[in-house]
DNA sequence: AATAAAATTGTTAGCGATAACATATATCAC
DNA sequence: GTGATATATGTTATCGCTAACAATTTTATT
């Protein structure tokens, strides 16, 4: 009643023995037809393949890795899974993986190093064929356990430091800067950031720095902030928009910069429905060109953080280190993230 | 200048020979420190623990898992990641795991019955502790696996069918039926449906069979449907309510329902930016109870999908089972979806 | 037909940990 | 101090599979 099609209706797990007795060859033969792996006659591999159907046989690779040390795995450690962002780097990292033998398994540190380093911790103690892990700063006993590992290593998103192994992601820095540049470029003058508490977000801390930095260079600085933690981005967009352009009503600020895109939609609505002029009164930008945007009422600003891009060349990273070896540890990748003006940022005013 | 901290520069994998040397312990003791299992005195406890921490070792679970039998692995198996309801899904059984040995591993089957088989097979040759998978329809084999696995499984998301094992979730026909009679009361007659592409889409495909069912008993149907497969889903909603509308321009409908909150949001906007006036001339409602919802210019009306809900109850289930053995086996938690009016949806006119 | 080369199958010895049992050492009652 | 109970540690035998090599059968070559 409870065991599947077979016709055992044992207790004891299968095992290759099982199958093995069932098709009348050895284990290692059934081993290697359920494996695809050296010459078996195409007779023996049909028998085999029914008698494993026949008894609904799933092989132990728990059993296999140990043998064979070869374990298909590419642990995935990101901050969180909530955020849009990173179900879109597992969209790039599963679509390379599923062309290979390897297979991603993630987990999530909720932006806490500590949990971060327990996670890596979980996953290095399945000897995975390699990592993917969100970000460059790491607990020093995390960087020693992925240093010590003995496999491709690959800090995705942001590459404004000194990688472990690989890297591939974008400069948030530069992101900044650039983002700034455009801003200044239009004539935006009272500018005013808006986003997530950043102690332990250091892409967009880095942001910031870039962005201020570029500012600064201008002759200006950030007028005024609002950080946010929690709660529905959409929401908190609103309303750190209404607490800020409030706050300066006298002297108003004439541009927001969101740290991402969520908060800054928010922010657009709050505009619109207070009939403020974007672009023209306020300028707005966010961070990240989410799918998302393409159904505001107006096409928010924002800079494209190449999240699909950077999980299918960090897979490919992966995949090509365990095919061909180890000859190309080392190598980084800096994409560069694409500004986007949409209809919230003015254009530059004019040459000269 | 590659391994961490530790002096040893070698480089052949550790295992706990090299910590059970380096302690002058046996394996076995080196084993139930790392295990905190079993008597161990304080002095070689420390000894070991330092040992250890100075090689950088870490356990291997692959090996540990064979010898044992035990692994402390879930398998959780979703159709996808991006839509937002399984991430909160996901929230709600780490939150529950964290607490246990459990882990969960994610499986992401893009809503494709064959690759739910798949992956299926994949994780249930690392044999974990249970699975928990999302909806009761799968392919025969998947059925079959599961049956025979000899593991608790849990069914999420829906209840209106015959679960293998566990099951958790609400009843999508009656979540249908509910938002239809909501409807009805409010005197709405021309309604449109606006959703995915559903063959594959079981939940999808109830709640609109639960939502025509009421509306024959009150005599009335679905006056037009538009459906859409990929790409933004707030501007779909945006497009495809354009289009219903338009469609529908003579004989106009007075409420769209939507199959997800996303397009309903788009759906939403569109309304909004046109000057029609919601709920009035045209009510509107979604599903999910996305917090995204929160940030709207207007609330919209939707029913709680208890996400985060399903993911704990499951997640317990699991745990218990793991722990306490499988008297428990087939408990089905059918949750009630709340009705939430918003905005959008006017509420019933009278009683009589 | 005889021998070499290729294709197919089998045997043996681990992989690195843990369960179960065995042994040693410490603690205690009397 | 002696035997007994508890505490700490060690030994041995798997766990289910695969690498590496061995043995056998088939096919090709001359």
Redesign the pocket.
């Known amino acids: 009643m409870s065991q599947g099609s077979g016709k055992t209706p044992s207790k004891r797990?299968l095992?290759?023995?099982d199958v093995s007795e069932a098709s009348g060859?050895?284990?290692?033969?059934v081993?290697?037809v359920?494996?695809n792996?050296?010459?078996?006659?195409e007779?023996?591999r049909k028998k085999v393949l029914e008698a494993a159907r026949e008894l609904g046989y799933v092989?132990?690779k728990i059993?296999?890795a140990?043998?064979?040390?070869?374990v298909n795995l590419v642990a995935v450690i990101i901050p969180s899974m909530s955020n849009m962002v990173f179900p879109e780097v597992m969209t790039g990292i599963s679509d390379v993986l599923e062309d290979t033998e390897l297979q991603p398994v993630v987990g999530v540190t909720n932006y806490k190093p500590e949990r971060e380093e327990a996670v890596l911790y979980q996953m290095l103690s399945w000897r995975p064929s390699g990592v993917i892990i969100a970000g460059l700063e790491h607990t020093e006993a995390a960087k020693a356990m992925m240093g010590a590992a003995g496999i491709p290593i690959v800090e995705i998103m942001d590459t404004d430091g000194e990688p472990i192994d690989s890297a591939v992601g974008i400069s948030h820095r530069r992101a900044g800067r650039k983002m700034a540049q455009a801003i200044i470029d239009a004539g935006y003058k009272r500018i005013g950031f808006l986003g997530t508490k950043m102690p332990l977000d250091h892409r967009a801390r880095k942001r910031f720095e870039g962005f201020t930095e570029t500012l600064a260079k201008a002759g200006l600085e950030v007028a005024d902030s609002e950080f946010y933690s929690g709660g529905s981005a959409l929401k908190k967009g609103r309303e750190m928009t209404e607490a800020i352009l409030t706050r300066n009503a006298e002297d108003p600020l004439d541009f927001l910069y969101y740290s991402n895109d969520m908060i800054g939609a928010g922010g657009l609505m709050y505009c619109l429905d207070n009939g403020i002029d974007v672009p023209g009164e306020v300028g707005l930008a966010g961070f990240n060109g989410i799918e998302f945007l393409d159904g505001l009422p107006r096409k928010l600003a924002t800079m494209d953080a190449c999240r699909v891009e950077i999980g299918r060349a960090a897979a490919e990273i992966i995949a090509k280190r365990v095919e061909e070896g180890d000859e190309a540890a080392g190598e980084v990748i800096t994409l560069e993230p694409s500004l986007e003006f949409g209809e919230t940022l003015k254009r530059k005013k004019k040459l000269i």
């Open positions: 797990p095992t290759l023995r060859v050895s284990e290692m033969t081993s290697r359920l494996r792996r050296g010459d078996v006659s007779a023996t092989p132990n059993a296999g140990l043998a064979s040390s070869r």
